[in-house]
């Protein structure tokens, strides 16, 4: 008998062993074949899967053509799963003409353009405000021009951003006094996929509201002052009273409502006022979060949210169980002490600057042996790079590490802030000899 097929669509390489995941489970746990369908698979990509599909989701004609490779194994596609923000409503499409259940295509393209959520959240800005979710004012930007026309609009600030680039890539926040001419020139290498300019959103605090569809809990977003505002951790559980909890929540769901999200995953950025009432959608997404988020929740919940994803997509899922957190858990981006071109070969062999900065850091606060532990660690590339110490966007950072704490007395945000100073003076002592700054950009 043939087995039935999972079909992923898509998905970013960072997230490989995710994708190595998803597929273990779906063997083991449906007796399923896998395959994948991206651009320029790559033979890691035929190592991950039984079967891959060499298709660009961006393509205009994506889901026909797919439709067409695919369509002799209708019968045998019983599940589908897109993972990607450039397949989130071409995917959906796909899985939608093979007869395959999945959240709804046609309002996913807030999922993947900022401008249209813009845009769907206008449709409906009366019903968001009476929620006391604010809409920030947004135009698309393709010239100088219309950059000086939305500045004098906004004198106290606004933030310019790629409409379509993740990861933090490409966002300046402009303040009074700025050059615009500057500011245009640090976007222009985005003006292809389109670029935004979006009234400042006036609130500090940013969490994600994350899950997969009822399933939801807050993630604790930390982000860097200044004028490139990256993000440098992820905090799970976050720690919000119970009437923050509620307007995040709140949030959240509208955004799910935009974009059509209803049984699959969610990432949805959200701002937060100081007095806890209001609240603001940075961005939504219908994928898991970046940044080891799934990851946390499973050293903090004890539950797989992955194997939850396929078993839900084959129909089989359980009810959402409550989720009661059992430690505290931490992704923190590490960057560099001074400009520098790196790579991971600068390290000296046997070096562990990972394990020796929390250790420090656990010395440092007065934690019991044990409290802190290393969760994960990875170098963010192998290739050498150049990297600023002060990160312009996440591509400025040399690595990645998670680490869990069990046990009170401390706030867990006390130490993502020691670890990171602890950091660039572990990797120093780790390193063979300096390097400058390659090229500067």
Same mark, same amino acid.
């Given at each position: 008998?043939?087995?039935?097929?999972?079909?992923?669509?898509?998905?970013?390489?960072?997230? +490989?062993?995710?994708?190595?995941?998803?597929?273990?489970?779906?063997?083991?746990?449906?007796?399923?074949?896998?395959?994948?369908?991206?651009?320029?698979?790559?033979?890691?990509?035929?190592?991950?899967?039984?079967?891959?599909?060499?298709?660009?989701?961006?393509?205009?004609?994506?889901?026909?053509?797919?439709?067409?490779?695919?369509?002799?194994?209708?019968?045998?596609?019983?599940?589908?799963?897109?993972?990607?923000?450039?397949?989130?409503?071409?995917?959906?499409?796909?899985?939608?003409?093979?007869?395959?259940?999945?959240?709804?295509?046609?309002?996913?393209?807030?999922?993947?353009?900022?401008?249209?959520?813009?845009? @769907?959240?206008?449709?409906?800005?009366?019903?968001?405000?009476? /929620?006391?979710?604010?809409?920030?004012?947004?135009?698309?930007?393709?010239?100088?021009?219309?950059?000086?026309?939305?500045?004098?609009?906004?004198?106290?600030? &606004?933030? +310019?951003?790629?409409?379509?680039? *993740?990861?933090?890539?490409?966002?300046?926040?402009?303040?009074? !006094?700025?050059?615009?001419?500057?500011?245009?020139?640090? +976007?222009?290498?985005?003006?292809?996929? *389109?670029?935004?300019?979006?009234?400042?959103?006036?609130?500090?605090?940013?969490?994600?509201?994350?899950?997969?569809?009822?399933?939801?809990?807050?993630?604790?977003?930390? @982000?860097?002052?200044?004028?490139?505002?990256?993000?440098?951790?992820?905090?799970?559980?976050?720690?919000?009273?119970?009437?923050?909890?509620?307007?995040?929540?709140?949030? *959240?769901?509208?955004?799910?409502?935009? +974009?059509?999200?209803?049984?699959?995953? &969610?990432?949805?950025?959200?701002?937060?006022?100081?007095?806890?009432?209001?609240?603001?959608?940075?961005?939504?997404?219908?994928?898991?979060?970046?940044?080891?988020?799934?990851?946390?929740?499973?050293?903090?919940?004890?539950?797989?949210?992955?194997?939850?994803?396929?078993?839900?997509?084959?129909?089989?899922?359980?009810?959402?169980?409550?989720?009661?957190?059992?430690?505290?858990?931490?992704?923190?981006?590490?960057?560099?002490?001074?400009?520098?071109?790196?790579?991971?070969?600068?390290?000296?062999?046997?070096?562990?600057? &990972?394990?020796?900065?929390?250790?420090?850091?656990?010395?440092?606060?007065?934690?019991?042996?044990?409290?802190?532990?290393?969760?994960? &660690? @990875?170098?963010? @590339?192998?290739?050498?790079?150049?990297?600023?110490?002060?990160?312009?966007?996440?591509?400025?950072?040399?690595? /990645? !590490?998670?680490?869990?704490?069990?046990?009170?007395?401390?706030?867990?945000?006390?130490?993502?802030?020691?670890?990171?100073?602890?950091?660039?003076?572990?990797?120093?002592?780790?390193?063979?000899?300096?390097?400058?700054?390659?090229?500067?950009?």
């Amino acid at each position: 008998m043939t087995r039935p097929i999972l079909l992923i669509v898509d998905y970013n390489l960072s997230r +490989v062993d995710e994708v190595r995941h998803l597929r273990d489970h779906a063997r083991e746990r449906h007796g399923a074949r896998v395959v994948l369908v991206r651009a320029d698979p790559t033979e890691l990509d035929r190592r991950i899967a039984d079967e891959v599909i060499d298709l660009d989701p961006l393509r205009d004609d994506f889901a026909e053509m797919g439709e067409k490779l695919l369509g002799d194994r209708r019968e045998h596609i019983k599940a589908g799963i897109v993972f990607s923000d450039n397949a989130v409503r071409s995917g959906a499409e796909l899985l939608e003409r093979l007869g395959v259940t999945v959240d709804a295509s046609r309002p996913a393209g807030g999922a993947f353009s900022k401008y249209l959520y813009r845009l @769907s959240e206008a449709r409906v800005a009366d019903l968001l405000r009476a /929620q006391r979710v604010m809409v920030p004012a947004c135009a698309e930007i393709a010239s100088l021009d219309q950059l000086r026309t939305f500045a004098a609009e906004h004198p106290e600030g &606004f933030v +310019v951003k790629p409409a379509t680039e *993740g990861n933090n890539r490409g966002v300046v926040v402009v303040r009074p !006094g700025d050059d615009l001419t500057a500011v245009f020139a640090e +976007v222009l290498p985005y003006r292809d996929g *389109g670029v935004i300019a979006e009234e400042l959103i006036p609130y500090r605090r940013e969490y994600s509201f994350d899950g997969l569809g009822p399933l939801e809990f807050l993630t604790e977003k930390i @982000s860097a002052p200044g004028r490139y505002p990256v993000e440098i951790a992820q905090v799970l559980p976050a720690r919000v009273a119970e009437h923050e909890r509620a307007t995040l929540v709140r949030a *959240g769901r509208q955004a799910n409502l935009l +974009v059509g999200q209803c049984d699959g995953p &969610f990432h949805n950025e959200v701002k937060l006022s100081d007095d806890g009432l209001r609240a603001a959608v940075v961005e939504p997404n219908r994928r898991p979060g970046g940044m080891r988020i799934w990851s946390l929740a499973r050293w903090v919940y004890g539950l797989d949210l992955h194997r939850l994803w396929v078993d839900t997509a084959f129909g089989t899922a359980p009810g959402a169980p409550e989720l009661v957190p059992g430690c505290a858990a931490a992704t923190v981006l590490l960057g560099v002490a001074t400009d520098r071109s790196f790579s991971p070969d600068d390290v000296t062999a046997g070096a562990d600057p &990972f394990a020796d900065a929390v250790r420090r850091t656990a010395e440092r606060l007065g934690l019991a042996e044990g409290a802190l532990t290393v969760a994960e &660690f @990875s170098w963010l @590339s192998p290739q050498r790079r150049d990297l600023h110490a002060v990160a312009r966007d996440n591509a400025d950072f040399a690595a /990645q !590490g998670c680490v869990v704490l069990r046990g009170g007395g401390v706030d867990l945000r006390t130490v993502v802030h020691a670890l990171r100073e602890a950091w660039p003076h572990a990797l120093d002592r780790a390193l063979r000899a300096p390097a400058p700054l390659r090229n500067a950009r």
